[in-house]
């Protein structure tokens, strides 16, 4: 494992993490995966549940080329940046090869049926048992968890896809995990949106040269400046901070 920071993440490629996943899968035992990117470190340093949840997690998988920057000048390099929008497409192929059965929930209105629709038009024996996009402000609502997580059991899923955005769904998986009893947990951001053709993600030239967040920004400004331009610098901070403890 490689340390940035105070979060300890697997050195894995995504083929090493698929198969991890899978060894979760046959122990049954509800099972934690998250995608810590720059962004989530910063708010790390001062969300205590956020930081308890990553540092429980069963699997840690960097998201984002900053981490892997971060990792290399830290002299312990990561093999593979595995973005939450990378594994979610891959898991599915393998899913409908192994018969796994997924669950989809979290997204904007509509996200995950859209999402579902495509792999089923990609996958004719893929397995994705439920959607559901619950409304905003939901988990703050007892009746409407309690609606959400009788639906999962209802189904019974193999994995379970949150795309709520951190660190939202990771507080939520975290809190409601040992209720649904789904062996795979994993929090995925906006991948709904990006399978479904709602959001358009990066190039790939851009994502593998570290400028996905340029495209991002440049698409929501108003939404993301801040987050990218200030809040975010944060993380090199705590980077170089590190290094020079290591000195």
Not at 59 to 81: Q, R
Not at 115 to 139: H, L, V
């Amino acid at each position: 494992m490689i340390k940035i920071s105070n979060i300890y993440i697997d050195n894995l490629t995504l083929k090493d993490a698929i198969k991890k996943i899978e060894l979760f899968l046959v122990e049954k035992q509800n099972k934690i995966v998250v995608t810590p990117n720059a962004d989530h470190i910063v708010q790390l340093q001062n969300d205590k549940l956020f930081c308890e949840i990553y540092k429980s997690a069963d699997l840690i998988l960097a998201d984002g080329m900053p981490l892997i920057w971060a990792s290399k000048f830290l002299n312990t390099p990561l093999k593979e940046k595995i973005s939450g929008s990378d594994l979610f497409p891959e898991l599915c192929r393998v899913s409908a090869i192994k018969g796994y059965k997924l669950f989809f929930m979290g997204g904007r209105e509509g996200a995950a049926q859209l999402s579902s629709e495509k792999f089923k038009s990609i996958y004719p024996n893929i397995k994705i048992i439920g959607t559901y996009c619950p409304p905003y402000g939901f988990e703050n609502n007892p009746a409407e968890n309690e609606k959400i997580l009788n639906i999962i059991k209802g189904v019974e899923p193999d994995i379970l896809f949150v795309g709520l955005g951190a660190p939202k769904q990771e507080k939520w998986i975290y809190k409601y995990k040992d209720q649904y009893q789904v062996p795979v947990s994993i929090g995925i951001g906006g991948s709904f949106e990006f399978e479904a053709g709602l959001v358009e993600r990066a190039p790939k030239w851009m994502q593998y040269n570290g400028l996905e967040w340029l495209w991002r920004l440049l698409k929501e400004p108003k939404r993301l400046w801040k987050r990218y331009l200030v809040d975010d610098m944060k993380f090199f901070y705590l980077v170089l901070n590190q290094k020079m403890r290591m000195n």
